[in-house]
């Protein structure tokens, strides 16, 4: 269907609304379009209005890397045709999350975003979006990005999809999942 309609994204509703915990947030249908459909899904809760939409940028959450060509290039179009700015967002995890630390902590974390912060400049380089604006923050990867979504007002967060079983999903994390 996407392609008899030229269409770039498949757009899905969910069955929790916002602000609802069910524990199925997904469809049967949904699910398997998630693991199995090689092109972009928008995942729409059921109670979403357009005047919930904010009027922020379009961030795209992303670690430097060619598994994340596809969603950057995704959202990139996005941007464009909807007018939106386009973010790069990247969450940088914590230096020593548990446990006893045997480096010297102020020395280790010394320009650790920095860092990164150059490291996602140089890949939005060699991928030709050096007008792409950038975030790196440090800390839990998925409540970081909500955070980050809520401070810029975002009107969308694009993630990429790794493509995971059912039973991969159980064993393994996935920002696109949460």
């Given at each position: 269907a ?46 979403l ?62 320009g ?36 980050m ?5 975002a ?24």
């Amino acid at each position: 269907a996407m392609s008899l309609h030229g269409a770039d994204v498949l757009v899905i509703g969910r069955r929790a609304s916002r602000d609802g915990d069910e524990l199925v947030r997904l469809g049967g249908a949904a699910r398997r379009l998630l693991r199995q459909l090689p092109a972009p899904l928008l995942v729409c809760p059921a109670d979403l209005s357009a005047q919930d939409i904010p009027e922020g940028p379009i961030m795209i959450a992303i670690q430097p890397g060619s598994r994340f060509e596809h969603a950057l290039r995704f959202a990139r179009r996005l941007s464009v045709s909807l007018g939106r700015p386009l973010k790069a967002v990247s969450v940088v995890p914590p230096a020593f999350p548990v446990g006893v630390t045997y480096l010297p902590t102020p020395q280790y974390e010394a320009g650790r975003l920095d860092r990164a912060h150059a490291h996602l400049r140089d890949w939005l380089t060699k991928m030709e979006m050096t007008d792409v604006e950038t975030r790196v923050e440090e800390g839990s990867t998925v409540s970081t990005l909500w955070q980050m979504a809520e401070d810029e007002d975002a009107s969308l967060m694009v993630t990429g999809s790794r493509l995971l079983t059912a039973s991969e999903r159980f064993t393994r994390s996935s920002v696109g999942t949460t």
